[in-house]
């Protein structure tokens, strides 16, 4: 058994920051100039040993990060969100207090050598695995969600006032909703690779993209043998 159980009671979706008014107030003539607005889910948790809450919140482009870092089929959305949705609770092996708990140390020493996205030399195959076990054990271990059933969810909507009407799981908004672009996700896919084969560190920005990224078709013609 897991040492906490979270209960998932609603999702909802709202969008990062923007400034909209720039967006209204744009002339046709102008282009509008892209600032924000990116889907945003939030899941609803809340501990019943203690009655915690929060919000576990991600915005709609870690799923094509997840699927471009460990090779998940895009259209695989159930084994996306939940690598989404547990992977905040994987213990940083880096974090010296982690060991001072016993759920976390469990799972850092039975994942301990797995390889992570990062890993040079490894399969996606292979990250995937090793991430799906780091998971896997900490739903065995450290937490497990579970959704509350669809009556006391709409019984907390009625009590509250609210004019929904709850859907038969909490996550059926993410699943039914959410579509990945396969463009997105491959050119998410290209910066992941270069990364790995790289030595810069943290996050890509437009300003580090490799050179030559875009090749002319003369040249990529002479690269694959079509042209002398």
Known sequence: MPATILNIWDTELAYNHTTLAEQVQARPAQPVRPDGAEPLWGVYLVNPADGGHGI???PHSTFEWRAAEYGIDPD????LLDVILHEPYIPDPSDSLAWDDPAAATVLKATRGLPTCWTPGVSDADRLAAHLERIR???QHAVGLKTIARADRQGALDFVGARRVAPADPLDPIRTQTRLDPVRVASRKLAVDWQRS?????SLAFQA??????????KAAQQEGWAA
């Open 56 to 58: 576990h919140m991600f």
């Open 76 to 79: 695989d959305l159930e084994t």
């Open 137 to 139: 054990h900490v739903k």
């Open 198 to 202: 790289s030595d810069h560190g943290g």
């Open 209 to 218: 993209k490799p050179p030559a990224t875009f090749v002319s078709p003369v």
